[in-house]
């Protein structure tokens, strides 16, 4: 009997996620936030229902809500490199870029091959390069 409410409550996170992704796909970010809300309270130790909500927040720049769940998936799940993707998206959100950088490296420490980091990393050195040669150059005219 244990069980079989274990198996409907499970339905029940699997069902809202899969109306959550849906809505995310349709751009619902609003919706999405709340479904994935919703398996939240049931599942407070699911770590991909924190990344995908952190993702909606994200899409409608709520980028310290993100923030807070991507930390909370990575707690969760320190090797899943997709939660240090989440939280670099909330961090460049939020203009901190070093701890941006910071997020990408962590993540590719336990997956190297990740093309979302990787793409996130590259994207992010660019910029933080040049400011460094800005300021090195002003400070050598100074």
């Given at each position: 009997?244990?069980?079989?409410?274990?198996?409907?409550?499970?339905?029940?996170?699997?069902?809202?996620?899969?109306?959550?992704n849906k809505a995310f796909a349709a751009s619902n970010f609003e919706d999405a936030i709340s479904f994935f809300s919703d398996a939240i309270e049931l599942d407070k130790g699911n770590h991909v229902l924190y990344s995908n909500r952190s993702a909606a927040y994200c899409s409608v720049n709520q980028f310290g809500a993100a923030l807070n769940d991507a930390q909370k998936c990575v707690n969760?799940?320190?090797?899943?490199?997709?939660?240090?993707?989440?939280?670099?998206?909330?961090?460049?959100g939020l203009g901190r870029i070093?701890?941006?950088?910071?997020?990408?490296?962590?993540?590719?420490?336990?997956?190297?091959?990740?093309?979302?980091?990787?793409?996130?990393?590259?994207?992010?050195?660019?910029?933080?390069?040049?400011?460094?040669?800005?300021?090195?150059?002003?400070?050598?005219?100074?």
């Open positions: 009997r244990k069980q079989a409410q274990e198996d409907k409550k499970k339905e029940k996170i699997e069902a809202l996620k899969a109306k959550g969760l799940s320190p090797a899943w490199a997709k939660g240090y993707g989440r939280k670099a998206a909330a961090l460049v070093p701890q941006a950088v910071d997020a990408y490296r962590r993540g590719l420490q336990t997956d190297p091959n990740n093309a979302m980091l990787l793409q996130g990393l590259a994207e992010l050195q660019g910029p933080v390069k040049e400011e460094k040669t800005e300021e090195g150059e002003a400070a050598a005219v100074k």
